[in-house]
């Protein structure tokens, strides 16, 4: 036995110095409270005769000194915190690692999930190990990590908070050497895992049909056109899956396909009959496993005419092109009549540029000075175009590469967005607030109005202006929106908790939905969708069998210090109870 | 207890009271038995016809039966009764160990004396009071006559618990000094170091009629004490330190069970009459059980 607060010398010492007070105590002289009886006949000849059980009364005796000796050293070896390997345990560690996976919600043959049987084998761990075994639990998302404690109580509390949460799954980083440590998964999405980790499995065969790719994208040739690419695949048996595709307006797209296992299911859908607003797509198949991939989410833009101002000494082939426009509600007019227009969407100067910023957003041709531009410091001859920006909202669809510049001004771009260069000068750029979007170069010295990509960039513009974009990509976890102080609502309004995080809004999803993300008059939509074959597939485990876990109990669930504490309070009842009837002294 | 305070309350209006009530009761349970004279086995010049025997010279002519001569001529001599007084004998333990109780063992005892002092005294019997300890303290002369009753209030009165118990020393010495036989009364607890026994043996050994008035205070038979005590004689002052356990307790009642029942098999052995009360219990209805146990007056 060891003692988890003393020294073997201060426990020895305890135990002499309470049990030597305890017998002192003992052998302490009562004052008996003098009584007169008539005669002490009587009473010599029952004493006398009880002292011929003397070895009874010195039973007596001793027992009682052993049994205040016993309590004495029970409460004070317990505030020691003894330890017997053979009765608890030995110091032991664990960490209990909890794969959180999406794909440990695949449901079961018993109708539970992996995940439920993930607790209940961490549970398991915790009951098994000894009383003084200190518990560690982490998880594969990086949202929880515990010290070691060995309040089971903690502990399993935690574990029931604990849900599956992210989309991007990861080992985490731990220390084997001092620790045994289990990893409890149904192995799908982490294959590998250092060498002195336990694995225990909850794998079980699923049947799952999931939406592995749901996107709405814009049609270049159709302004405002968009159309919906989904793609479904079946990593159970062959099924028949029903597929639909609806709208906010209600307008719904139905279709069925059988799928062999393994097989996929890809097809376009024109949605130029929706109107803007959620589009949902869901599949619908019988056992399926994972219900969430079953559903995936996208945000149609609502399509309405942009009003537009040209302020401009004459550009045909600009006027032309945004005349032609279906979506353009155009505006032409001289640098001299200019006067700012609350009914005006969206502003393009032609080597023009007012006084004072417009409150709506601008096209800038040709680098005009304007005091709240940047100044141009230069003139560059024949640029060539180096870098471009794909990623931006401006320069999708939109090749660059072959552009013709003969003259561009030099400015300084501190502070802007460019996003098309040539080596070290500004082509385009762009400002996020004001939102405005300047050429450098006039359209009359390059090729730009008569390369294929230039209706799109006007397109690209003015939708960048003014009209709502396509719904942000996100897996479920923790969505990221690139909006700092959002709100973040549901597609029915519920508004969800956020954080601030380096100039964007963070907020924590588990499930896929369409949200909203609001910060003044901006929107943002967000689509969270899990579409991932790597979760659909819960079939892909590492786990041939499903390995039952050995555990490992002992006898006593807690400390020693809280059964010596419970003797001693069981003894002191005793104690008290034969002294009250003279059993003991 | 204080003398005084026993004088006021033990034989006040209300005690003669209840004396002149058992004496009416007495009266009336053993009428036609007994009355002021005591048949005596000598013969003598009582008027009650007890024998007849041979003449002798020297006897007195009177007692010829003349008319037994006639028929048997023969000189035939007719015995009568002596008639005489019965000396009773109360011998009252006033040792230490009679102090104790509420009321008291000796305030009870000097009650249960005094009635029957007053109902011998009614009946014309010699009364004597004696009170022993470890010896015989004092000692009332014979005392005959209602009218004596004050005297031996008096006495009973002034006797003072003290002493350890000796009664077969005491006994001793007031047998080889007292020369009459009689109806002895002993009324005690019994509580005697050097045992009952040897003193009713001595009574008996000199052929007195006896009777013993055993008197316990509930506190004895049933003593409710409880933890670590030091038990103090109240007698010989001697002290026991002592764990009152259940188990004492029952053994200490047992015991005292046993000592009584001793005591009374004694007396059943040797046909003595025997009545054991406790100081709770009404003296007057103790005089009566007395009185039908038909040792008392005979």
């Excluded at chain 1, 052998?27 to 059980?53: A, N, P």
């Excluded at chain 1, 960039?457 to 960048?464: M, Q, R, S, Y």
């Excluded at chain 2, 002034?158 to 350890?164: H, L, V």
Aim: aromatic share 10%; net charge neutral; with cysteine.
């Amino acid at each position: 036995m060891t003692f988890l607060a003393l020294s073997p010398l201060q426990a020895a010492l305890l135990v002499i110095l309470t049990g030597g007070t305890i017998v002192a105590l003992y052998f302490l002289k009562l004052r008996h409270r003098r009584v007169v009886v008539s005669s002490s006949i009587l009473w010599r000849r029952v004493l006398d005769e009880q002292q011929l059980h003397s070895l009874w009364e010195k039973l007596r005796w001793i027992l009682s000194i052993v049994i205040a000796v016993t309590i004495a050293l029970l409460i004070a070896l317990a505030l020691a915190r003894p330890e017997a390997e053979s009765l608890t345990g030995k110091n032991e560690r664990i960490v209990i690692v909890l794969d959180t996976s999406p794909t440990m919600n695949t449901q079961t043959s018993d109708g539970r999930t992996r995940w439920q049987r993930a607790v209940d084998n961490a549970k398991g761990l915790l009951d098994g190990g000894g009383p003084t075994t200190e518990f560690r639990v982490i998880d594969t998302a990086g949202a929880t990590a515990t010290g070691f404690t060995t309040d089971r109580n903690e502990v399993r509390k935690l574990i029931g908070e604990m849900s599956p949460k992210t989309a991007d799954p990861q080992f985490p980083r731990v220390d084997g050497k001092d620790s045994q440590v289990y990893f409890i998964s149904d192995g799908v999405t982490i294959h590998n895992t250092p060498s002195f980790v336990k694995r225990i499995s909850v794998f079980e065969a699923a049947n799952n049909v999931g939406i592995t790719a749901f996107e709405i994208r814009s049609i270049p040739s159709t302004p405002l056109g968009y159309e919906a690419y989904l793609e479904v695949q079946n990593f159970g048996q062959t099924a028949e899956v029903g597929i639909t595709v609806s709208g906010a307006g209600g307008q719904r797209i139905n279709k069925t396909a059988l799928l062999a296992t393994g097989e996929s299911y890809r097809d376009v859908f024109d949605l130029s009959q929706f109107g803007g607003g959620g589009i949902r797509a869901a599949v619908q198949t019988k056992d399926d496993a994972l219900p969430l991939d079953d559903v995936a989410f996208a945000y149609l833009p609502v399509k309405r005419k942009t009003r537009t101002l040209l302020v401009t000494k004459g550009n045909n082939s600009l006027e032309t092109l945004l005349k032609l426009d279906n979506y353009v509600d155009l505006t032409v007019t001289d640098p001299a009549n200019y006067r700012e227009s609350p009914t005006i969407d969206a502003y393009i100067f032609d080597r023009f540029a007012p006084a004072s910023a417009p409150a709506r957003p601008a096209l800038i041709i040709g680098a005009p000075n304007a005091p709240w531009l940047k100044p141009s410091t230069g003139e560059v001859t024949k640029p060539e175009i180096t870098t471009w920006s794909e990623d931006h909202p401006v320069m999708q669809f939109v090749s660059v590469h072959d552009l013709s510049i003969e003259r561009a001004a030099s400015i300084d771009a501190g502070g802007l967005t460019v996003i098309a260069a040539s080596k070290e000068t500004p082509l385009i750029v762009v400002s996020e607030k004001p939102k405005w979007v300047m050429l450098t170069f006039d359209l009359g010295s390059s090729d730009f109005p008569f390369h294929v990509g230039f209706p799109v960039f006007i397109e690209n513009v003015l939708a960048w202006f003014n009209r709502e974009q396509l719904a942000l990509k996100r897996s479920p976890g923790i969505v990221d929106v690139p909006l700092s102080n959002a709100q973040i609502r549901t597609i029915d309004g519920k508004i969800i908790p956020s954080d601030q995080q380096l100039g964007k809004t963070v907020f924590q999803t588990n499930d896929p939905g369409l949200y909203a993300a609001t910060q003044g008059d901006q929107r943002v939509h967000v689509a969270v969708n899990l579409a991932n074959p790597a979760f659909s597939d819960v079939n892909r485990s590492v786990f041939k069998t499903d390995k039952a876990f050995a555990e490992q109990h002992y006898w006593l669930r807690r400390e020693l210090w809280f059964y010596m504490l419970i003797a001693a309070l069981a003894l002191i009842s005793v104690e008290w109870f034969t002294y009250h009837r003279r059993i003991t002294l | 207890m204080s003398t005084a305070n026993a004088n006021v309350t033990l034989f006040d209006d209300e005690f003669l009271k209840k004396l002149e009530y058992l004496n009416i009761i007495s009266k009336r349970l053993f009428a036609g038995q007994n009355r002021a004279e005591r048949r005596t086995r000598r013969r003598g010049t009582g008027l009650e016809f007890a024998d007849y025997r041979q003449y002798v010279p020297g006897d007195d002519f009177r007692h010829l039966d003349w008319k037994a001569y006639l028929r048997l001529n023969r000189l035939i001599l007719k015995l009568f009764e002596e008639e005489e007084d019965l000396p009773i004998y109360f011998f009252v333990d006033s040792s230490q160990s009679m102090n104790y109780g509420q009321p008291t063992k000796l305030d009870y005892a000097r009650r249960v004396a005094a009635a029957l002092c007053y109902i011998g005294l009614a009946n014309l019997d010699r009364v004597n009071v004696i009170s022993f300890a470890d010896g015989v303290k004092a000692e009332l002369p014979p005392q005959r006559g209602k009218g004596r009753i004050f005297k031996i209030f008096r006495f009973l009165t002034d006797m003072a618990p003290n002493g350890e118990t000796d009664a077969r020393s005491s006994f001793k010495t007031y047998c080889t000094e007292t020369r009459r036989r009689g109806l002895a009364v002993v009324i005690s607890d019994f509580f005697d170091g050097h045992g009952f026994a040897g003193a009713l043996d001595i009574l008996r050994h000199f052929r007195h009629d006896i009777f013993v008035v055993h008197i316990a205070s509930h506190e004895e038979i049933d003593p409710g004490l409880r933890g670590e005590l030091l038990l103090v004689d109240a007698e010989s002052n001697a002290t026991r330190e002592i764990t009152i356990t259940p188990s004492l307790l029952t053994a200490y009642r047992a015991e005292y069970a046993k000592y009584c029942e001793a005591v009374e098999s004694y007396c059943g052995k040797y046909q003595l009459g025997y009545v054991r009360t406790t100081t709770d219990f009404p003296f007057e209805e103790l005089v009566l059980k007395v009185f039908r146990q038909g040792r008392f007056l005979k």
